[in-house]
Each structure stands twice: as C-alpha cells, then as structure tokens.
C-alpha cells in the first residue's frame, strides 16, 4: 500500500477527493494550509505523483526549494519533512513533543537530510507541525 491514500498516477487528487477521504480531518488541513500561506510569502503547492509506493504529495515549495509534503491518508494526513543538520539540532532544541524528536533522531542521515513523518490526526498536531516548518523554514 501506498504511504498516500491517492496511489493512481493517472488521477490527480483533488478538493473534494480530499474532503472525502479525510472526513472530519479536512479543516485541519485546510486550516494548516491557509496558515502557512498567511505566515509565509511566495509559497507554492503542487500535487506530484512520485511512485506506486509513495502516491500523490501535496507539496509546498518557496520558490524551488521544497519546505515539505502534505500526505493524505485514510481520515488523517501526514506532513513529511526533510531535515538537514542544523534544521535537526534546531528541533532537539525545541518545544516540540519528545516522540517526534525521537522520530527525527531515528531518522537515516542521508546527503539530502532526515526524512520524517508528523501524522495530523487533531488540532494538538498543529503547533508542532508549525514549529517544524519554521525551522525548515529558517534553516
């Protein structure tokens, strides 16, 4: 199965696919959405289909660079990050839950960072998102 609930390439997720499969869940996404685009300037968003095993990604980008990936799932979603070194001493440093610290810690280090997962199941998972964004942000 797909980490994404949209695994067909062939069809592009959107609005209302999404309200139907997150339900109750979507003004959490909406909400999360809208304050990123309120917060930050020239940001961008774009469905992309990477492979069978990952699906559809709503991804937000500043100009080229991309901040993370919003990823739909059955009545949740998840937001993916990528972390450098600084971006991940920055969230050691931070407020944030301990369990997504040892989410990030856990992590491979690769070239391009720690990859890592922040499942938004209510409205508590929304400050630590938003602290994560920014520090990818700033870093």
């Not at 961008?44 to 095993?53: L, P, R, V």
């Given at each position: 199965m797909a980490t994404s609930i949209f695994d067909e390439k062939a069809i592009i997720p959107n609005d209302s696919m999404v309200d139907m499969v997150l339900a109750d869940k979507k003004e959490l996404w909406d909400t999360l959405k809208s304050l990123i685009i309120e917060k930050y300037q020239?940001?961008?968003?774009?469905?992309?289909?990477?492979?069978?095993?990952?699906g559809w990604s709503l991804i937000f980008k500043q100009n080229k660079r991309?901040?993370?990936y919003f990823i739909p799932c059955n009545e949740y979603f998840r937001i993916a990050f990528v972390?450098?070194?600084?971006?991940?001493?920055?969230?050691?440093?931070?407020?944030?839950?301990?369990h997504i610290k040892e989410t990030i810690s856990a992590a491979?280090?690769?070239?391009?960072?720690?990859?890592?997962?922040?499942?938004?199941?209510?409205?508590?998972?929304?400050?630590p998102v938003l602290t994560l964004l920014k520090i990818k942000y700033e870093s």
């Open positions: 020239n940001v961008s968003q774009d469905w992309k289909y990477y492979s069978k095993k990952s991309t901040l993370f972390f450098g070194e600084k971006a991940t001493k920055a969230a050691e440093q931070s407020l944030i839950p301990v491979p280090a690769y070239a391009e960072g720690r990859s890592f997962f922040v499942d938004v199941q209510d409205e508590k998972d929304l400050d």
